[in-house]
């Protein structure tokens, strides 16, 4: 990648361990269910003892005030998310024999003839603890019911002992804690390949809790987890026993793996020859909308609407690849300013915590520039105030071109006359001006989506080229939640990758997906009665205004844990106090 290369001490720790990780990656590919299904056993209960010091450690370490509720964000994007994979592959693995378990995933067709998989709800955990909210994989045009096994667990339909493994490393994300050790899983369980784990500088203070969480993984050679800058990280890149790479950042780092940095790079950019010629997935950023459709919403409806919007934008101080950074909103609906004045109260008075993630403050002044005003969200003294643009006044295109990862927020209006024009007209300006296609949130009213035509909304949904849409939640919950794939659409290339190429995570190993659909009740809890759309749900545990969701955080990981309907009373007092 063009940085100097580490002293030759640690030079020789990197060798050894790619050594042992080579020596040990056939036998690790021919590794049998059971063993496999054993290792994530082993593994729940040590991550188990370090969940608490991780949680903890995670938001001291990003300036999280003490005792604030949104200390839950690190048990629910740490521990919980990685508990949670362990038991989504402990279960296909259970089953895997035959595919017996995609017996048990219901199955649908859009009007376009694709399949749909549902893949939540799953289970009655499920339908309790994530009431109301589900999630489909839409997959690629061609692959049907009678095809689809071919496009599950491809890794497992080779025989034990014809098996052959591979050494990937996998570059570690520094924002969210669970990335790093669920994209080793992708590599280690669906894909047979042993890895290297380079930790982001950002949060390696994670890299101690990991080791002692994934050591039955280790102690048999499946697994390294190092830390190391950037000398080391383009060390590992160009190693001889590195056969594959995986990477989760963004699009500058991605091309200065493939293509090289400076005039080099841009010479093989140009010439279509890449330095670096081994297979290399990504998860990217992208600059993610949030399109606000009118429709008939009270003022209850706003107020929590509002919620949403500030969470897609705060969670984890916008630090975050899936954040909202351009928000569409009509222009000629009654409710739109009292919509921006509710999002920016609740911006200011909730989620007030430091920018823990360096290189916020230039990345912010250089957005302000370009914002064609001086309109902030002040959130305190500590907090970094949320700059807003408008794309209508500002510089559009490098608004709508350039990812910030930070407390900004830009703002696009479409003139309103009907709903379903309005939507199009937003989905078009996704699709073809906003940069990536990781993620995209629409805030639709059920009425609306009657009004529109549940065949024709679905065809709108179609046109949104994004790896996750969420309908009435976040995108955020594809990445939290075990059975959805995770990346950008399909298409990314190495001279264009968008948000990335390839899919993590999904536990049920579905290959040739297209996009991950989420939908959530327009109301909750127990406002959600009254509608055809009921939830337990009163306050998502995710929004940054949940006043309980660090405990709910912890208790959710323990009853990954272990399930049981015992554990289930003290979530639920605590949810609806949140």
Not at 199 to 226: F, G, H
Not at 251 to 268: C, L, M, Q, S, Y
Not at 334 to 362: C, I, W
Not at 419 to 433: H, P, Q, V
Request: charged share 20%; net charge positive; with cysteine.
């Amino acid at each position: 990648m063009g940085a100097a290369l580490p002293n030759f001490d640690i030079q020789a720790l990197l060798d050894q361990d790619l050594q042992a990780l080579d020596g040990a990656k056939h036998h690790w590919a021919k590794t049998s269910v059971a063993d496999r299904i054993a290792i994530l056993g082993r593994i729940k209960p040590a991550l188990m003892q370090v969940a608490q010091g991780w949680a903890e450690t995670a938001a001291r370490k990003k300036r999280i005030p003490h005792a604030s509720p949104l200390a839950g964000e690190e048990w629910l994007s740490g521990p919980y998310a990685l508990m949670g994979a362990c038991n989504g592959l402990m279960q296909t693995l259970g089953a895997i024999d035959r595919k017996e378990y995609l017996e048990h995933l219901p199955l649908g067709h859009l009007k376009n003839g694709q399949l749909a998989v549902r893949v939540l709800p799953h289970s009655i955990w499920d339908r309790l603890l994530l009431s109301g909210v589900s999630a489909e994989v839409w997959m690629q045009k061609g692959i049907s019911e009678a095809s689809l096994a071919q496009h599950a667990a491809v890794a497992y339909d080779i025989p034990p002992e014809q098996r052959r493994g591979k050494v990937a490393l996998v570059l570690g994300a520094g924002n969210i804690a669970a990335i790093s050790p669920l994209d080793a899983f992708q590599k280690l369980f669906i894909e047979n390949q042993v890895v290297l784990l380079k930790m982001n500088p950002v949060n390696d203070y994670l890299t101690d809790y990991l080791k002692a969480a994934l050591r039955p993984l280790i102690e048999c050679d499946a697994l390294r987890i190092i830390r190391g800058d950037g000398a080391v990280g383009a060390y590992l890149c160009e190693h001889p026993l590195v056969e594959e790479i995986h990477i989760t950042g963004a699009k500058a780092t991605h091309d200065a793996i493939v293509w090289g940095i400076g005039e080099e790079g841009a010479r093989n950019k140009a010439a279509n020859t890449p330095k670096n010629h081994r297979k290399i997935t990504s998860e990217l950023g992208a600059v993610c909308p949030t399109i606000v459709v009118p429709g008939p919403w009270s003022n209850a409806d706003i107020r929590f609407q509002a919620e949403q919007i500030a969470t897609h934008k705060l969670h984890n101080s916008g630090f975050n690849c899936v954040a909202c950074q351009t928000l569409i909103v009509p222009r000629g609906w009654r409710h739109t300013d009292k919509l921006l004045a509710a999002v920016s109260n609740v911006m200011s008075r909730f989620g007030q915590r430091e920018a823990y993630y360096p290189g916020n403050e230039q990345r912010i002044e250089e957005f302000a520039a370009h914002a064609g005003g001086s309109d902030a969200i002040d959130r305190g003294l500590l907090a970094p105030a949320c700059i807003l643009a408008n794309m209508d006044r500002g510089d559009e295109p490098w608004l709508a071109q350039h990812e910030v990862f930070g407390t900004a927020l830009a703002i696009k209006s479409f003139e309103y006359k009907d709903a379903g024009s309005y939507l199009e007209s937003a989905i078009a300006y996704a699709n073809d001006r906003l940069y990536g296609t990781l993620g995209a949130n629409i805030l639709i009213h059920p009425k609306t989506v009657r009004e529109i035509g549940r065949q024709r909304f679905e065809e709108l949904l179609q046109k949104l080229r994004y790896g996750t849409i969420a309908v009435n939640a976040w995108t955020g919950l594809g990445f939290l939640l075990a059975p959805c794939p995770w990346g950008g659409f399909p298409g990314g290339s190495s001279r264009d990758p968008q948000s990335g190429i390839g899919t993590v995570h999904n536990s049920f190993m579905l290959e040739g997906t297209e996009r991950t659909v989420i939908s959530a009740p327009w109301r909750p809890f127990p406002r959600s009665l009254l509608s055809l759309h009921p939830t337990l749900l009163p306050r998502p545990p995710w929004f940054i205004t949940n006043r309980r969701q660090d405990v709910i955080g912890r208790l959710l990981t323990d009853f990954q844990f272990k399930p049981s309907w015992t554990k289930l009373p003290r979530i639920f007092v605590n949810a609806l106090r949140g």
